[in-house]
């Protein structure tokens, strides 16, 4: 079933919340769990999120475009955390 306009812009912002977050918040790294707490975003859309920003990122890197902050990630017993990082 197809989605209306709101809907479809809601969910291509997700990334750009957590983004935004992210990047507001630097000083830390969160996990998907507390950036869904954070943001009001389901968990699930949060790991969806992250994981088109990494190869967004991974796409601009092949392509020699620099960015003015990337989102790194690092697992820490089985759990992913992800923090903003400036280039």
Not at 21 to 31: H, Q, V
């Amino acid at each position: 079933m197809p989605i209306d306009a709101a809907e479809f812009d809601a969910h291509k912002d997700v990334g750009t919340i957590i983004t935004q977050f992210l990047c507001r918040n630097s000083d830390k790294g969160y996990s998907a769990r507390e950036i869904a707490q954070a943001t009001g975003i389901a968990e699930t859309n949060v790991n969806n999120a992250m994981l088109k920003l990494g190869l967004s990122d991974l796409a601009s890197a092949i392509a020699g475009k620099r960015k003015k902050f990337r989102i790194e990630d690092v697992t820490i017993n089985g759990l992913t955390y992800y923090r903003c990082v400036s280039q």
